[in-house]
């Protein structure tokens, strides 16, 4: 089945009719495609990311962010996980598209299907893969149907909703059972490198957007120092690409730092058994849904 046959509507769960540029909702009535081609489930442009991706596309991806998306999907790609023709994989929070393109490039018969919350953030993804499924919707409330992905994974961005759990929720629910789920949070530290961390968002987060840039700006030099996954620094990247990194540690509302307990209990509550962790790069956990939970 196609992937326009496993959405449902993010409101009542309703299954959506038709196909090709207009789906339709019986109660909540159409859902349109952009002239990109990004399937808009969402009405409005409001939350951080949109303006952040409208700000800070990048003309092309910096090669450590690409190795830091490598490392992330390698255990994906390790596993006996359905990758051939057929096989349907989502990634939630695509952002700038990193882990989407990389998943092409491995493996170009996987459908991945990209969703996020920034409508310029897709548009720019949707130019550089014209053929990419994606959708402008909330990970907390995912527009497929149970069951529809052999694979999930969130990169960060359970870490900015405002109810992070649910997004991993849905994550499982979207899962098949036997499907492998990945996520990737933010490691509270506990040194000074982290309370600086921590008193900088607190600060930096409230003010202006010009004023988060400029503030930004400041700190580029130094990123090298700071407690981000990316690998990005000045001496791999440009200034623009630095800046990025960041603002999107730094300036977001929402951003929790949970312990690695903490998620592997979350997936245990939602009946998924935690197969791996990079303690080399915490925290990095994959879990595999429980066959058991097949409807009888």
């Known amino acids: 089945m196609t992937v326009e046959g496993r ?11 038709g196909e090709g540029e207009t789906l339709r909702c019986s109660v909540h009535g159409v859902i349109k495609r952009s002239a990109a081609g990004v399937y808009l489930f ?50 939630v929070g695509t952002g700038d598209g990193v882990h989407l393109a ?3 490039e491995f493996y170009p018969e996987v459908e991945v299907v ?6 310029p953030g897709l548009e720019a993804v949707a130019q550089r893969f014209p053929k990419a499924t994606l959708l402008h919707a909330d990970g907390q409330s995912i527009p497929l149907q ?55 968002r607190r ?19 130094f990123l090298s120092l700071l407690p981000t996954a990316s690998g990005v620094s000045l001496k791999n990247a440009s200034w623009k690409a630095c800046r990025e990194v960041v603002l ?5 509302p929402n951003l929790i730092f949970p312990t690695q307990e903490e998620v592997c209990e979350h997936f245990s509550g939602l009946k998924c058994d935690v197969v791996h962790s990079d303690q080399a790069n915490p925290i990095s956990v994959w879990a595999k849904k429980r066959v058991d939970l097949i409807a009888p």
């Not at 991706?53 to 003309?59: A, D, E, S, Y």
């Not at 962010?65 to 990758?83: D, V, Y």
């Not at 987060?205 to 004023?211: A, D, I, Q």
């Open 7 to 17: 959405m449902r509507c993010p409101h009542c769960h309703a299954g959506l009719q």
């Open 42 to 91: 969402l009405q409005d442009g409001a939350g951080y990311f949109e303006e952040h991706w409208q700000h800070n596309r990048l003309p092309e991806m910096p090669l450590a962010k690409r190795e830091t998306g490598i490392r992330f999907l390698s255990f994906l790609f390790n596993e006996a996980a359905p990758r051939g023709s057929g096989a349907r994989w989502v990634d």
């Open 102 to 104: 990389i998943v092409r």
């Open 114 to 119: 990209g969703i996020d919350i920034s409508g």
């Open 146 to 200: 149970d069951n529809s992905a052999d694979a999930t994974f969130s990169y960060g961005t359970l870490a900015y909703m405002d109810d992070p759990w649910k997004g991993l929720s849905e994550l499982v629910r979207v899962t098949k059972p036997g499907g492998l789920i990945g996520v990737w949070f933010y490691p509270k530290r506990g040194d000074l490198l982290g309370l600086l961390f921590r008193l900088t």
């Open 203 to 221: 600060m930096v987060s409230k003010v202006p957007t010009l004023y988060q840039r400029a503030l930004a700006d400041l700190i580029v030099p």
């Open 248 to 252: 999107v540690n730094i300036a977001p």
